[in-house]
């Protein structure tokens, strides 16, 4: 019996201590995801690798992309708030702003794409636009549109994991995420340093 209270102590212990949220009923994209993503060129069929962060909240229409490399030495911030769009490439020492996030979100994802589409595919997955032809095929959403030449596709079966897969012309988009935390903080989505950076306004 005291072997057995021991062992159910351990459990206790071990599934108390998971970082993983657990599901409130609510699908929603707000909290931090953590993964890995992918860029691939598909006429060279050349790919890139790297780390993610991505704080999302389509609450307040902001939202925070951190790219990494091996070891966690930083490439690249997003960061989009109420002032507009920023962008940080640490490694070229650039800073973009612009009141446009599609036009700074493809030196981020080499996509043309509005950033905003990421909290639909992050949250609940439904249609961009009535542009869009979209399906869900065993927990799997998939839209496309023509006018736009842009497919993409969600894995939704589990609320806190995501495996999205977005193509446009040439290049591929692949990112999987699990989220880490729900409770978000404001400094986060705060504007960083720009004087060792030069500046870009698009």
């Not at 931090?32 to 229409?61: C, F, L, P, Y």
């Not at 070229?92 to 509005?114: A, I």
């Amino acid at each position: 019996m005291k072997k057995l209270s021991l062992i159910l102590s351990i459990v206790g212990l071990v599934t108390g201590c998971s970082t993983t949220p657990s599901p409130t009923g609510d699908v929603t994209d707000v909290g931090i995801w953590t993964g890995k993503v992918q860029m691939t060129n598909k006429t060279t069929n050349h790919r890139k690798w790297a780390n993610v962060t991505w704080a999302s909240d389509s609450s307040e229409d902001r939202m925070r992309v951190d790219v990494s490399a091996v070891l966690d030495v930083p490439i690249a911030t997003f960061i989009k708030n109420s002032e507009g769009s920023h962008l940080w490439l640490f490694t070229e020492g650039k800073y973009f702003f612009s009141e446009d996030g599609g036009k700074l979100f493809k030196y981020l994802t080499k996509l043309s794409v509005n950033p905003k589409i990421f909290y639909n595919l992050l949250g609940n997955p439904k249609s961009p636009g009535t542009e869009w032809q979209c399906k869900t095929d065993q927990e799997i959403f998939q839209c496309q549109s023509s006018a736009d030449k842009t497919q993409f596709s969600v894995k939704t079966g589990e609320p806190n994991r995501r495996v999205i897969n977005m193509e446009k012309g040439t290049k591929a988009l692949r990112v999987r995420l699990s989220r880490s935390k729900v409770q978000l903080q404001d400094k986060l989505f705060k504007k960083l340093p720009t004087s060792q950076f030069k500046t870009f306004r698009l």
